[in-house]
């Protein structure tokens, strides 16, 4: 079993939906929650992240971790085709570990005008 | 010069051979992680160097290794490629004090193993 599970997509909806995007994972020492966002041609670049529990709200997007379920999840509103793109969740036990990412599979998302 | 900047973008090699990467970090960023990324597949860790140090290592067996300069640029080598070692390497450059929140990735470079 892969300590950071994503669905892989492919996700596609038109312009203006409403999006969700989830992870789950088995490593119970995680306490940093990323997501990523990765354009086509180009490296992973942070969108948000939580720190332990909770929820993160930034804009269009939201993002929310709930530790006794492990399972997190980011939420796009009113998305954009701008927004197509692949979405890496990213989960972290801490500078501990060097500074060590493990990432979901990613989810390929298309917005469709 | 910001952001970080890795050679070559694309890279074409035969089974067997060795292949070096490079990696310029953003400025002033001392620690450098290398990540490999199959297609349809998030990123996994190799290693990370700090100070010219490796600072940790993923699941990757020793023909993978890598070099970090004065200057924090980074080198990854590979010996013995074999054909599932294609795919996107990516660099990623860093603070020591803003840990996993503060990777800068670069594009990465992608290599085919044929």
């Known amino acids: 079993q892969k300590e950071v599970e994503q669905d892989p997509g492919p996700l596609s909806v038109p312009e203006g939906a409403i999006v969700s995007l989830n992870c789950t994972y088995s490593n119970s020492a995680f306490q940093y929650f990323m997501w990523y966002r990765q354009y086509s041609r180009k490296g992973p670049e942070l969108l948000m992240y939580t720190y332990s529990s909770g929820n993160k709200e930034d804009g269009r997007f939201t993002a929310q971790v709930d530790k006794s379920s492990k399972y997190i999840s980011l939420f796009i509103r009113d998305s954009q085709p701008s927004d197509s793109a692949t979405y890496l969740c990213a989960m972290s036990e801490g500078d501990l570990q060097g500074g060590k990412l493990i990432f979901g599979q990613g989810t390929e998302l298309s917005v469709k005008p | 010069e910001t952001g970080v900047t890795q050679s070559p973008t694309h890279l074409i090699k035969t089974r067997g051979q060795q292949v070096t990467l490079r990696c310029s970090s953003q400025?002033?960023?001392?620690?450098v992680s290398w990540y490999q990324q199959a297609l349809g597949q998030g990123p996994q860790f190799i290693f990370q160097?700090?100070?010219?140090?490796?600072?940790g290592r993923g699941n990757f067996p020793p023909r993978f290794s890598g070099l970090q300069f004065p200057n924090y640029s980074s080198e990854l080598n590979v010996n013995a490629l074999e054909l599932d070692d294609s795919a996107l390497y990516l660099c990623a450059s860093s603070l020591p004090q803003s840990g996993v929140l503060g990777y800068t990735f670069g594009s990465g470079t992608r290599l085919t193993v044929v």
């Open positions: 160097y700090y100070r010219e140090e490796e600072n």
């Open positions: 400025s002033g960023h001392n620690t």
